[in-house]
């Protein structure tokens, strides 16, 4: 059902109609935006496989920059497009194409999680998410209604290890004392501690696109189930944006080492026991390391807010949502203003009580809220 061109891309058309068929959320089947056909995404017999990471370190590869782009020509409407990106929408008629082979200096995607969540659903969330934003401008507000929401694959490395630890440190126990007033002092005796500790780590994810905030990314990093992937197939791509990795696989690697090492330091802790700890070294072994690239579905907004853009992410797996929001510089004051006449009003009610000896301070409260 695939059309394969001589710029080594895919497109899809549709049966009934000749227009480009797009992936749609949640199924397994690519649709027609036009005539509304579905077709049925053959998937293919293939897993998800964490790939050795000497075999890769140890392969020459260009640097990234010195990758071409890819050239895609549209099928629809014979334009040339450049882009960076593996998956595109035609800058001239809107068709989608995907990229069909991939530069042998870059690592291929190994998997994607497929959009679940579709336009209406993403648009939803961000309602919700608008609404509950306090403080917020009331231009903010109408965000979620604006068209601008792009449906976009982003790279993410995941990997796995086994580690091994070796530590040193302090194991802290309390112990008390009574002063020469009788009042009972805690203090700690330290003892010297050493061991070891191990883990295995399995799909440690970090973004591998500079393209969107790193905090945000990282924000909705934490649940990803990334064993639900599929095996990567162009098909799931089509009508959606996917972007080109641009950070090499060894400043992932470096980055999942970060956020194992946290791990080991609780670990650490845990082994050293007691009361308190202090960690002196630990000397991390990493074996068995292993990698895949992972395509990862987000709905993206960006919008210009006083003069300066702002990302919003909407998980197109949960529906979650993360990003900036500006806010309200005259709600705030507005609120605090508010806030300061029912402090002063409580004072006032309180002080009026106090003087003339009688009523609760408590019940004055009440009254005073009660104005407000
Ligand atoms: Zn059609
Ligand atoms: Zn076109």
Not at 76 to 81: L, S, V
Request: aromatic share 10%.
């Amino acid at each position: 059902m695939s059309e394969q061109t001589s710029a080594g891309h895919q497109t899809y058309p549709c049966n009934t109609c000749g227009a480009q068929l797009e992936f749609s959320p949640g199924s397994t089947a690519l649709t027609c935006p036009y005539c509304g056909t579905e077709q049925h995404i053959q998937l293919e017999a293939k897993r998800v496989v964490d790939r050795d990471w000497e075999a890769l370190a140890a392969k020459p590869r260009r640097p990234r920059e010195a990758v071409p782009p890819n050239l895609f020509v549209c099928t629809q409407c014979g334009a040339h497009t450049e882009s960076d990106s593996w998956s595109e929408h035609c800058e001239f008629c809107g068709a989608p194409v995907v990229v069909d082979q991939f530069n042998p200096d870059l690592v291929p995607p190994e998997g994607v999680l497929p959009f679940q969540v579709d336009r209406a659903g993403a648009k939803s969330a961000l309602r919700t998410w608008v609404k509950s934003r306090w403080f917020a401008p009331n231009k903010f507000k109408r965000v979620s209604e604006a068209e601008q929401l792009a449906s976009s694959y982003l790279p993410h490395w995941t990997w796995d290890a086994d580690t091994r630890s070796r530590y040193t440190g302090q194991r802290g126990e309390h112990y008390y004392v009574e002063d020469s007033n009788g009042n009972r002092q805690r203090r700690t005796r330290w003892h010297p501690a050493k061991g070891a500790v191990s883990r295995s780590f399995d799909d440690v994810v970090v973004p591998a696109t500079t393209h969107v905030s790193n905090k945000h990314l990282e924000d909705l990093a934490e649940d990803w189930p990334t064993q639900k992937a599929a095996a990567y197939q162009p098909e799931f791509l089509a009508g959606h944006r996917t972007q080109r990795y641009d950070v090499e696989p060894e400043v992932g690697l470096s980055q999942a080492k970060l956020k194992m090492d946290k791990v080991i330091r609780r670990d650490v802790k845990r082994d050293i026991g007691g009361d308190e700890q202090r960690i002196h070294s630990i000397d991390t072994r990493y074996s068995n390391i292993k990698y895949k690239l992972l395509l990862l579905p987000v709905w993206l907004v960006v919008y210009l807010f006083a003069g300066k853009p702002w990302q919003v992410l909407v998980s197109g797996q949960t529906g979650r949502v993360t990003g900036e929001r500006p806010w309200s510089v005259w709600k705030i004051a507005f609120a605090v203003l508010v806030g300061l006449i029912v402090a002063a009003g409580v004072l006032y009610l309180m002080y009026r009580n106090s003087d003339s000896g009688s009523g609760t301070s408590l019940g004055s409260l009440g009254a005073a809220a009660g104005i407000f």
